[in-house]
């Protein structure tokens, strides 16, 4: 058989490439595949900047779970593990995924492992969940976390010069107490699993904090279980709204946004001034029990993780 020269290999490769890139075929190259273990752990963790501990079930000792970033046509292997010593029976329900629910999110008892692996099609901020019987208390106790999917063309929105991520929960005193639950008798509404945990004025509580006129998003889920949030920002206006966080969902100028249990939407703000802008559920009896972040802005505003979860020590 005839060698072909190096030189024409690399014209017919190009080729290929230039005539994919023209059919408007998709680089398969740049999609990853991420393996994401967690492990359901029935702990105690800390709610309250003075210490207070409180009976949680999680993902990862920590509530809400860890956010998992992936890019939109990423595959995620996914495998949850329920360690022997733990009680109860958790599963895992991705609203990232579009896979068969009686296979997939099914509960497993202590001792066992489940493993399954989705395509993360559609961009967006998604919230995931345990989903085990009774789901309300599974949720309530802390069995819930959010997967950002970016878009695979960042160009299809603009870049934000600083990102959080925001889960609003809703907390019973009383852990066991699964009928306060369906009666919806909530002790607290909480960001990222602690009551005032982004309000300076109570103990352990840290501001959220950006600069003058960077472009702030913020990822926001509503775990519920069972109360809509109606996020403002207290002296402000949400530039873009963006229900599921797709960019394609954008929408322009924006007061106040609903987003019920169980659904999430990315929120940009940008602030020319200086000073406190309190974000908020603007459904009073969640936002005076404890779902108050203040974002401040200022020149020296420190970095910080996207989703600060402890100011104050577990
Ligand atoms: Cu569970």
């Given amino acids: 058989m005839k060698r072909q020269s190096p030189q024409l290999m690399a014209v017919a490769g190009a080729m290929v490439l230039a005539m994919a890139g023209l059919m408007g075929l998709p680089s398969e190259a740049s999609a990853k ?15 309250e900047g003075t210490g207070k501990k409180y009976k949680a079930w999680t993902f990862n000792g920590q509530m809400p779970g860890p ?8 595959t995620v292997n996914f495998t949850l593990e329920n360690p022997k010593t733990n009680t109860f029976q958790h599963s895992m329900d991705f609203h990232a995924a579009e896979i068969d629910f009686l296979k997939n999110y099914r509960a497993i008892k202590p001792g066992e492992t489940i493993s399954y692996t989705f395509v993360a099609k559609k961009p967006g901020v998604f919230f995931y969940h345990c989903g085990a019987a009774p789901m309300i208390q599974h949720i309530a106790r802390g069995m819930f976390g959010a997967i950002i999917v970016d878009p695979k063309d960042p160009k299809v929105w603009p870049k934000a010069d600083r990102e959080m991520l925001l889960v609003q929960s809703e907390l019973w005193n009383n852990p066991d107490d699964v009928e306060a639950m369906f009666g919806r008798k909530f002790d607290n509404v909480i960001f990222n699993g602690g009551i005032w945990k982004y309000h300076p004025f109570f103990i352990g509580g840290e501001a959220l904090e950006a600069k003058p006129n960077e472009r702030v998003r913020i990822y926001f889920v509503n775990a519920g279980p069972n109360e809509f949030s109606s996020l403002h920002p207290i002296g402000e206006i949400w530039d873009n709204v963006y229900e599921s966080g797709n960019p394609a969902n954008k929408l322009v100028g924006v007061q106040t946004y609903v987003v019920g249990p169980g659904s999430a939407a990315t929120f940009d703000l940008v602030s ?16 005076l029990r404890g779902a108050i972040a203040a974002l401040t802005i200022t020149p020296v505003a420190k970095d910080a993780p996207l989703m600060p979860l402890t100011p104050w020590n577990p």
């Avoid at 595949?33 to 709610?47: G, P, S, Y």
């Fill in 272 to 287: 020319e001034s200086p000073g406190v802008y309190p974000i908020v559920t603007h459904s009073l009896t969640a936002a």
């Fill in 33 to 47: 595949t991420h393996d994401v273990k967690m492990t359901a752990l029935e702990v105690e963790i800390v709610t």
């Fill in 67 to 74: 956010a998992v970033r992936v890019t939109e046509g990423d």
